[in-house]
Nanobody, 124 residues
Framework: QVQLVESGGGLVQVGGSLRLSCAAS????????IGWFRQAPGKEREFVAA????????YYEDSVKGRFTISRDNAKNTVYLQMNSLKPEDTALYYC?????????????????WGQGTQVTVSS
């Protein structure tokens, strides 16, 4: 059984920062990719960022490039999403997901395991 647990969400003002964490357990993730997705009310779940666990290859959605940084700590089996210069449109439920590398990891269908999500609210 694979578990992914997100944490670090909360309420922040425009321009503020948050760091989300995704703690993985249940198996070895040394060859997996971890992605962050978000879903705002009434909208589809969309890709935010991803990282290959072993190689450190990263992907970002265009609207978060330069503001968000994804990183990993292999010793802790944890992936982080540092979010800076937050905007109201970043408000959403943020999910992390895991899956074996299948090319460019920006699509939901490429991930096998999902966490329950952590809420991020950016107030103006």
């Amino acid at each position: 059984q694979v578990q992914l647990v997100e944490s670090g969400g909360g309420l922040v003002q425009v321009g503020g920062s948050l760091r989300l964490s995704c703690a993985a357990s249940g198996r070895t993730f040394s060859s997996y990719a971890i992605g962050w997705f978000r879903q705002a009310p009434g909208k589809e779940r969309e890709f935010v960022a991803a990282i290959h666990w072993s190689g450190g290859i990263t992907y970002y959605e265009d609207s978060v490039k330069g503001r968000f940084t994804i990183s990993r700590d292999n010793a802790k089996n944890t992936v982080y999403l540092q979010m800076n210069s937050l905007k109201p449109e970043d408000t959403a439920l943020y999910y992390c997901a895991a899956g074996p590398p299948r090319g460019i990891m920006t699509m939901r269908s490429k991930y096998d395991y999902w966490g329950q999500g952590t809420q991020v609210t950016v107030s103006s």
